[in-house]
């Protein structure tokens, strides 16, 4: 008899076995993957077909910025579908119109232009592209401590470990130092890490370089905050040098940092933007580039090599209208900066009681928790690019205690939907209390 295709007919460990028996689980060992079965979803929080329910304190991957379930985005999503579900992207929709004349009213400066892709690791692909075709140049900057997707050129950009597998990749791409070093508390000066692109740059001949492609808060590779003057430096560099920044907001974008997009923090426009995951809130898959005028001007009268079946899919932009109309309606942006403060308080709190608490860093409802064997010397808890016995425990300890979020290295990550009460994040943090009495047991 096959399998059945009616939904909500089998048990947490059927979908588990069938999903590892007949799916691939990303950047794991198929053997590893531990997948939790997932049946339903509301507001902060998922459970299994079991009941068993977990509070969600990454917004899956930082994504579902205004929760689960919430009906507003279900709603447009069944409307547009019974409307229009596709056409090809040489053709012109509604929400294709209203979207595009959107985001030109939220994306800093004079950024007015965009095209969409399916997701983020496709915006950067195609940013790129634009930079090198209106450009001439080849070469790409972008720094160690980077993650800008799993596709073939995105994974070159990247700097950390995943890119290795994918060596040597695409070609042109240099990578630079970043302003944060791993396996140290604090990041170095602005004027250090400008020092440091400098150099790149003239080694490598400033005429060469199409774009220097960065994250704005650094995502995965650490929650990194650049220092005060860093932005303003790079945007001076890059403009003496005719190289297009390219800022990366496909995780720090829509509200997570408490602004529109990370840059704002820092009054920067760049040249290029790139966005996905809150710009409909993971609900439906869409990616963004958006580009200042003068780029799209070069576009006029030649050709733009880039297209996608999905382009412009009306049914996902129909979806980031709606997120859009909720950000605005409900106030999620300055919510996030709010509740970020509370979150602020928190992690103090964890490093003033937990020895193995090295450091921790937030901005608005994008937070991180760095873990060490040690404070002086500072002593990650696993090594780069690494696990180890205890951050595996403590894993297990935030899974037991029913909280889902992203434990990577000698980090975990604190970024709950910006939809989420003050009660359910210190309900949170009160499991992670819990959960960090396995790594304090191991600080030397």
């Not at 297009?244 to 602004?259: P, S, W």
Request: hydrophobic share 40%; net charge negative; with cysteine.
């Amino acid at each position: 008899m096959g399998i059945s295709t009616a939904p909500g007919s089998m048990t947490g460990e059927e979908i588990v076995e069938l999903s590892k028996r007949h799916t691939l689980y990303e950047w794991t060992a198929q053997t590893h993957a531990d997948p939790i079965p997932v049946a339903g979803a509301k507001g902060s929080y998922f459970w299994t077909p079991e009941g068993k329910r977990y509070l969600d304190f990454n917004s899956q991957l930082m994504c579902t910025n205004m929760g689960h379930g919430e009906p507003r985005m279900i709603r447009a999503i069944q409307e547009q579908a019974e409307r229009l579900a596709y056409v090809n992207p040489f053709m012109a929709t509604e929400p294709r119109a209203r979207l595009g004349a959107k985001l030109a009213e939220l994306t800093p400066g004079d950024i007015d232009v965009f095209f969409f892709t399916n997701g983020g690791a496709e915006a950067n692909e195609n940013a790129i592209k634009l930079a090198r075709q209106a450009t001439g140049r080849h070469k790409v900057l972008a720094r160690y401590r980077s993650y800008h997707g799993a596709t073939a050129g995105a994974i070159t950009l990247t700097g950390d470990p995943r890119r290795w597998a994918a060596e040597p990749g695409m070609a042109g791409v240099v990578h630079v130092p970043d302003f944060h070093k791993w396996g140290r508390r604090d990041p170095e000066t602005a004027e250090t890490a400008l020092q440091d692109l400098e150099d790149v740059i003239r080694y490598e001949g400033g005429h060469t370089i199409a774009a220097f492609i960065i994250e704005s808060v650094v995502g995965t590779n650490g929650l990194l905050i650049p220092p005060d003057g860093y932005m303003q430096g790079v945007r001076e560099i890059c403009d003496r040098h005719g190289i297009m920044l390219i800022c990366d907001e496909v995780m720090a974008g829509f509200g997570r940092t408490g602004r529109w997009f990370a840059v704002d923090h820092w009054g920067v426009v760049p040249d290029i933007i790139t966005m996905a995951k809150g710009l409909t809130g993971g609900y439906v898959q869409l990616g963004a580039v958006g580009m200042r005028r003068g780029i799209a001007e070069k576009f006029r009268d030649k050709v733009f090599f880039g297209g996608l079946t999905y382009n412009s899919h009306p049914l996902a932009c129909a979806t980031a209208l709606a997120a859009i109309q909720i950000y605005e309606d409900d106030g999620l942006i300055e919510r996030a900066d709010r509740m970020g403060r509370v979150m602020r308080e928190l992690h103090l709190g964890l490093e003033a009681k937990h020895p193995s608490v090295g450091a921790t860093r937030s901005i608005g409802l994008f937070g991180l928790v760095e873990l060490v064997r040690r404070r002086e010397p500072f002593t990650p808890m696993s090594p780069y690019g690494g696990s180890s016995d205890e951050m595996a425990a403590f894993g297990r300890a935030l899974r037991a205690g029913s909280l889902y979020t992203f434990v990577r290295w000698n980090t975990f990550f604190t970024n709950p939907p910006l939809t989420i009460s003050e009660d359910e994040l210190r309900e949170g943090f009160a499991i992670i209390d819990r959960a960090l009495e396995v790594t304090d047991a191991a600080v030397a």
